[in-house]
């Protein structure tokens, strides 16, 4: 009896052993179907890979130019990037549980790869979390600084009477110098100081009052410089080319017309002519007991003596910042001097209005200046010179028509007014000479002068950069326009554009 009952129960196992087998999963199939959702798979983590690469290769070349909306595009695609990490994450462990329920019916083997690929999804998210990182903080070093700003919308903003400096330059506006001494481009500020003044931070859109009606306006900062504009500053150098044209103009009058008044006593006006010529003699000795010295000098002048230049970079109630050409910058006391070189001593005499009154000792040819300006005073008397032949008729009733003939010296007189046209070359299609801090306009492009020696001009033009040019040779600043060199005369610059 107990054989007969447990050959039904063996037969019973068996029978369901066989019906398990038949309905249970096939492994092979199960293999397969593994593999194909791990293929599926593998092709959306190749396709992120390629596109985390292109963008470690495309976000810092497009980062400079795109500015701070760069910043905001990079945290955009990390916050994508991080919630496609967690999709994968998501997917990949939904998977990887029912890979792992039906892995202990059919072995290890299944296991072990559902493993290894959670273990490579988890180093994908991690790679891409630390490359998005990466390129965020490429973005944010890359970034313009807050208050930064286009240095061509800031060209054009300040128009043809504002100026462009540097660090330690200077500009003057209706006759009183602004120095730049810093800026901060974080901030987008700069620290001016007007003559005689202490410094200030200005920020952009602020102005500073240089007279009642002067005002200087900082327009913004970019590129390491300060873009200022002014409003009711005019240029006093034409004005006091203008204001000393004009006497030398009017002066002869009165000799022309004396003459006229007194043609009966004309041998006393011909011994008025004779104490104008001893007159002229002391024009000529003056300048020459004054040979060494140059007057006052503004912020952004040279002073010349003889062979030996010496730039005004800045002035303070009490030294002035001096740059002697060939040497280097230093800073010298009122009452103190500057070693120029070759022998030639630079003593600074006083310090008012923002101007440096400079003398100089041992420097060769130091009167020859002086002997120069000097040439110009004796050419005043060929207007003294024709009162004598006036002289002779005045016996008859010619008196009337003498005179008239002292009226034509009215035109050596005139000799003096070039100085006025010397405003007007740009003008004339002739070079535009400009001074250290000075800005010169060839139709949509501006050229700031940085620096100046006597044979090499150091030239800013806003969208193509710093560049130095010698005497004669050109710059090529973009769109067909060329700007030349063409002379280095006392200190300025001329300037002459084609094409532009």
């Known amino acids: 009896m107990g054989g007969t009952r447990f050959i039904p ?28 959702r791990l293929a599926e798979l593998q092709a959306p983590l190749a396709q992120i890979q390629t596109n985390v690469a292109e963008l470690s290769q495309r976000v810092p070349q497009d980062a400079a130019a795109a500015g701070t909306g ?31 329920q039906q892995a202990g019916q059919t072995g290890g083997n299944v296991a072990e790869a559902v493993n290894a690929l959670q273990a490579r999804v988890d180093q994908l998210a991690a790679d891409l979390a630390a490359r998005t990182d990466a390129i965020s903080q490429a973005v944010q070093g890359q970034a313009p600084a807050a208050g930064a700003s286009d240095p061509a919308a800031l060209a054009s903003q300040i128009g043809n ?18 120095v730049l001494t810093a800026i901060s481009a974080e901030a987008g500020t700069a620290t001016l100081a007007a003559a005689g003044g202490e410094p200030q931070d200005v920020a952009a859109g602020e102005s500073i009052d240089l007279g009642e009606v002067c005002q200087v306006t900082l327009a913004g900062v970019a590129a390491g410089a300060a873009y200022l504009s002014s409003e009711g500053c005019e240029a006093p150098a034409t004005e006091q080319a203008q204001a ?41 000795e003056a300048p020459a ?44 006391a009122v009452g103190g001097t500057l070693d120029a070189g070759d022998g030639c001593t630079v003593t600074v005499d006083s310090i008012a209005d923002g101007a440096v009154t400079l003398s100089s000792e041992g ?35 010619a008196p009337e028509a003498a005179p008239a003939e ?28 400009i001074t250290t801090g000075q800005t010169a306009s ?51 610059a001329y300037l002459s554009a084609a094409g532009c």
């Open 244 to 284: 000393a044209a004009a006497p030398t103009a009017e002066t002869p009058a009165p000799t022309a017309e004396a003459p006229a008044a007194d043609a009966p006593a004309a041998a006393p006006a011909a011994e008025a002519a004779a104490p104008a010529a001893p007159a002229a003699a002391p024009a000529t």
């Open 406 to 433: 002292p009226a034509a010296p009215a035109a050596p007189a005139e000799a003096a007014a070039p100085a006025a046209p010397a405003a007007a070359p740009a003008a004339a299609g002739e070079p535009n000479g």
């Open 9 to 36: 129960i063996v037969i019973a196992g068996i029978v369901g052993l066989l019906i398990g087998w038949w309905a249970g999963p096939d492994i092979d199939d199960l293999n397969e179907t593994t593999s194909q």
């Open 70 to 100: 760069v910043a905001d595009a990079v945290n955009a695609l990390q916050a994508r990037v991080d919630q496609l990490g967690a999709d994968v994450v998501a997917r990949t462990d939904a998977l990887s549980q029912s890979l792992q």
């Open 363 to 397: 420097c060769d040819a130091a009167a020859a200046p002086a002997a120069e300006e000097a040439a110009p005073a004796e050419a005043a008397a060929p207007a003294a010179a024709p009162v004598e032949p006036a002289a002779a008729p005045a016996a008859p009733a």
């Open 161 to 178: 009477t504002g100026a462009i400096l540097l660090p330690g330059q200077s500009a003057i506006y209706g006759g009183n110098p602004v």
């Open 289 to 332: 007991a004054e040979a060494a010295s140059t007057g006052a000098t503004p912020v952004g002048g040279t002073a010349i003596f003889g062979e030996t230049r010496v730039f005004v970079s800045g002035v303070t109630d009490n030294e002035a910042t001096l740059f002697p050409v060939g040497g280097e910058r230093e800073r010298v």
């Open 442 to 492: 060839f139709g949509e492009h501006r050229v700031f002068l940085s620096g100046i020696t006597d044979t090499e001009a150091t030239i800013y033009v806003v969208g193509s950069g710093r560049q130095l040019l010698a005497a004669g040779a050109s710059a090529d600043v973009g769109d067909g326009c060329s700007i030349t060199l063409d002379r280095i005369e006392a200190g300025t």
